[in-house]
């Protein structure tokens, strides 16, 4: 299957894509902000640089692409069709460096809680469910539990 655009363009548009201060993160910090909750962005000297630290809560958050961090059965997690290996490696490194950070995160005492951008698409009517997410003990949670819109396989 051949791209619909050259790659110079292909390469233009991929170098756009941003790493922090994404929409979903946006809104996310602006929601937890209304409600009073005061947090700290992408520490670097916590495994994974989550994208909002609670330290109040000893919880460390990270919002998540579909596509680029494969939310399972995601309708937006696509594999697109040009060089397939190269992204299968790419998505499993990405893969396994989350549930690392995961890991590693737990074992310094720090909760997670993992919240998907498919979350603020499809299920903003939940977005109290976050705070008591916040305010429970477990000490790993992804948001929304399962994906709202299920990828046909």
Not at 3 to 17: A, E, L, Y
Request: hydrophobic content about 35%; aromatic content about 12%; proline content about 7%.
């Amino acid at each position: 299957m051949n791209d619909v655009v050259d790659s110079t363009t292909r390469s233009r548009m991929m170098q756009s894509i941003r790493g922090r201060d994404t929409k979903p993160e946006l809104f996310l910090r602006r929601y937890l902000h209304s409600l009073g909750y005061r947090f700290r962005l992408h520490r670097k000297d916590l495994p994974g640089s989550p994208d909002l630290v609670l330290p109040r809560y000893k919880l460390a958050i990270f919002v998540h692409g579909c596509f680029w961090h494969r939310h399972p059965s995601c309708f937006y997690a696509t594999t697109p069709g040009t060089k397939a290996s190269f992204w299968e490696a790419k998505f499993a490194a990405n893969v396994r460096r989350d549930r690392e950070a995961c890991k590693n995160l737990q074992q310094q005492g720090w909760r997670v809680l993992v919240v998907w951008e498919c979350g603020f698409k499809h299920c903003r009517e939940h977005l109290p469910d976050i705070p008591d997410l916040i305010q429970a003990g477990s000490l790993y949670h992804e948001w929304p539990a399962s994906p709202p819109r299920l990828r046909d396989v």
